[in-house]
């Protein structure tokens, strides 16, 4: 399933509207917000992580008790994390979402 450009906007909350990673970033968070799963994406600040240097990476990490996500993207030594409000009603639901977004994630990034 190819994303329409920049549809995750119409699935963005808060006061945040930066994406690192640039076209990776975007291209990624239109995949995730293209999944019907997925009611909206918060991006939070961008901050520094230290020395190390690196290439684009997206994860989606462990969902909270009430099944939302958080996705991590990291670019050199900045990262961010996106809140991800999920259609999920508990931690099962949101694990099998989790699993799912990074399949597709890892997909998107190996192309």
């Given at each position: ?5 920049d ?6 909350g ?9 076209r ?13 799963s ?6 939070g600040i ?5 020395p ?9 990490l ?6 939302n ?17 999920t ?17 597709l994630?890892?997909?998107e990034?190996?192309?």
């Amino acid at each position: 399933m190819s994303p329409q450009p920049d549809s995750w906007k119409s699935k963005r909350g808060g006061i945040h509207t930066t994406i690192i990673g640039e076209r990776k970033g975007r291209k990624i968070a239109s995949l995730v917000a293209s999944q019907e799963s997925v009611k909206k994406l918060i991006p939070g600040i961008i901050q520094s992580k230290g020395p190390s240097g690196g290439s684009f990476r997206a994860k989606v990490l462990r969902p909270d008790s009430r099944g939302n996500l958080r996705l991590l993207f990291t670019q050199g030594t900045s990262y961010q994390e996106i809140i991800l409000v999920t259609t999920a009603a508990d931690l099962a639901e949101g694990e099998a979402i989790s699993d799912e977004l990074n399949s597709l994630i890892e997909k998107e990034l190996d192309e």
